[in-house]
């Protein structure tokens, strides 16, 4: 499997997990890394918020140890906040040891939008370079930008701002082909993934449309693209990365994992967020994913739903093995 590098730091290879709200903690980051993530990215997390010392946010950035290395990615719209918030987690929490700034530029949900963050950013260049020049001079680590094809299907302008990103001083650049309009619906526009890559000579990492091991090889083959970035194809998947190592390795694809398979994996899953203090209710939707398609699906999510405890969420997937 072909190995990244991303200004200095060196990946074991080129599947990247997507930052994902909600979904991405310190818990799914374990498990796809033990299933071949070759790079991990937190929740995004508010600069700002960073700043103030909020204790909800540096619970964001916890990570295991041998989970490296990995990125945490930023958001904001204020250049000089990025930086503090940079800085700060340095002077302040050294606890939180991290190996690449990501700064999220694609964000589509409206309350981030509105404040001129996340995927807005895609409609100011000029800010978006200041953001990534701040965080260039902040910090010692590699900075990487993630953006989407353009604001609007009238503005795509992921080209400019993958120029943007490289002369600012971004080592690599992850680009989902999708606008900003179209949220997560439609098809992903791989092309532009392809412009982007002919455009600038730092890594680009493709996303959008992974769902298989066959889509993940015919990305890199269409595209040229350095790697690749899964998002919602993981959900409940984690076995996705190896599928794919295994296909590009041997050229075949390996089979998909058995019943007992996920199942045993979802039990280690909530088992880890039951011995944390972390809410036992975040594993209903991690549930969810892994039982999609199994016999009765429709009815452990139901019941999962209702259930308040990790015994109560054991028992309902223990005996879903058919």
């Not at 958001?75 to 906040?81: L, R």
């Not at 981030?112 to 010692?140: C, D, F, H, W």
């Not at 590699?142 to 992921?158: E, L, Q």
């Not at 011995?275 to 939707?285: C, D, Q, V």
Request: glycine fraction near 8%; charged fraction near 20%.
């Amino acid at each position: 499997m072909q190995s990244l590098k991303i200004g200095n730091v060196a990946i074991r290879n080129n599947l990247i997990m997507a930052p994902m709200a909600g979904v991405t903690d310190i818990f799914f980051r374990d498990i796809v890394w033990r299933h071949g993530a070759g790079l991990t990215v937190s929740e995004m997390v508010s600069a700002k918020s960073i700043v103030y010392g909020n204790k909800n946010t540096i619970r964001l950035m916890e990570n295991r140890d041998y989970i490296r290395p990995w990125s945490i990615q930023f958001f904001g719209h204020e250049p000089d906040v990025l930086a503090g918030a940079i800085r700060r987690l340095d002077d302040d929490f050294p606890q939180v040891e991290y190996d690449i700034v990501d700064i999220n530029m694609g964000c589509p949900m409206p309350k981030i939008v509105k404040n001129g963050e996340g995927a807005a950013l895609m409609t100011n260049p000029v800010l978006a370079g200041q953001l990534i020049e701040a965080a260039v001079r902040a910090s010692y680590r590699p900075v990487t930008v993630k953006i989407r094809k353009g604001f609007t299907a009238s503005t795509v302008n992921a080209v400019e701002m993958a120029k943007v990103a490289q002369e600012s001083g971004a080592s690599a650049i992850a680009v989902h082909g999708r606008t900003r309009d179209q949220y997560y619906a439609g098809v992903a526009d791989w092309d532009i993934i392809r412009e982007v890559k002919q455009a600038v000579t730092i890594p680009v990492i493709g996303n959008g449309d992974i769902f298989t091991p066959q889509a993940a090889q015919e990305c890199l083959n269409k595209t040229a693209c350095d790697g690749l970035m899964i998002a919602r194809g993981a959900m409940g998947n984690p076995w996705l990365f190896s599928r794919i190592i295994g296909l590009v390795e041997t050229g075949e694809v390996p089979p998909p994992p058995t019943n007992e398979q996920i199942i045993a994996t979802a039990i280690d899953h909530l088992h880890a967020v039951a011995a944390s203090t972390a809410r036992i209710e975040e594993m209903r939707k991690h549930i969810s994913w892994y039982t999609k398609g199994m016999y009765g699906s429709a009815d452990i999510r139901r019941r999962v739903n209702r259930a308040s405890t990790a015994h109560e969420m054991e028992s309902i997937i223990g005996g879903t093995i058919t």
